[in-house]
T-cell receptor, first 118, second 111 residues
Framework: GAVVSQHPSWVICKSGTSVKIECRSL??????MFWYRQFPKQSLMLMAT?????????EQGVEKDKFLINHASLTLSTLTVTSAHPEDSSFYIC??????????????FGNGTRLTVT | KNEVEQSPQNLTAQEGEFITINCSYS?????LHWLQQHPGGGIVSLFM???GKKKHGRLIATINIQEKHSSLHITASHPRDSAVYIC?????????????FGTGTLLAVQP
């Protein structure tokens, strides 16, 4: 089955530093990848949609200059949290859709990254 | 009020019991997903359905479009089924990629 690998699975960083999270589709090509954030005991919230070779589409309220998304190839999207602050501490998870399938096809999720900013 | 509501929020069951988790939504949808989130955070897609019923092993998902309601059933529950189960809908006519998520149901199956 389709596998999405997310790295790192957890990271602790100091306030003011930047953190990069990678999302890779291991055995399929993904034109579109999605980045979600989940605070404790809350729903997943879509942050942005990452499209290979073009700019990401950000959801309302998500700062594009703070959460930099790069989707340079059909198998890799990265999310960089710049100048991280403690309030950015959260669980970040990506998902990917196989290239060429309908929009209502199943999604494949990574295992998530738990970010703690001290 | 959330556009996607799940009940119950927490559920404790004994091994072997039949389990039902409910999802109600208030928007027109083109598809509904049931997801399983493991304690470590990873998410697995269980079902995607737009009508009727689907079955996979001990899991059954049903949807009633007219009533805007879906249920996830687990037969012969097992401790390894313990996880958070999340309902998510793709709103009809909404942004192409956006899913609306419920807050999840935390299931604990005791041996």
């Amino acid at each position: 089955g389709a596998v999405v690998s997310q790295h790192p699975s957890w990271v602790i960083c100091k306030s003011g530093t930047s953190v990069k999270i990678e999302c890779r589709s291991l055995d399929f090509q993904a034109t579109t990848m999605f980045w979600y954030r989940q605070f404790p005991k809350q729903s997943l919230m879509l942050m942005a949609t990452s499209n290979e070779g073009s700019k990401a589409t950000y959801e309302q309220g998500v700062e594009k200059d703070k959460f930099l998304i790069n989707h340079a190839s059909l198998t890799l999207s990265t999310l960089t949290v710049t100048s991280a602050h403690p309030e950015d501490s959260s669980f970040y998870i990506c998902s990917a859709r196989l290239t060429g399938v309908p929009y209502n096809s199943p999604l494949h999720f990574g295992n998530g990254t738990r970010l703690t900013v001290t | 009020k959330n556009e996607v509501e799940q009940s119950p929020q927490n559920l404790t069951a004994q091994e072997g019991e039949f389990i039902t988790i409910n999802c109600s939504y208030s928007v027109g949808i083109s598809a509904l997903h049931w997801l399983q989130q493991h304690p470590g955070g990873g998410i697995v897609s269980l079902f995607m359905l737009s009508s009727g019923k689907k079955k996979h092993g001990r899991l059954i998902a049903t949807i009633n479009i007219q009533e805007k309601h879906s249920s996830l059933h687990i037969t012969a529950s097992h401790p390894r089924d313990s996880a958070v189960y999340i309902c998510a809908v793709k709103a009809y006519g909404g942004a192409t990629n956006k899913l609306i998520f419920g807050t999840g149901t935390l299931l604990a199956v005791q041996p």
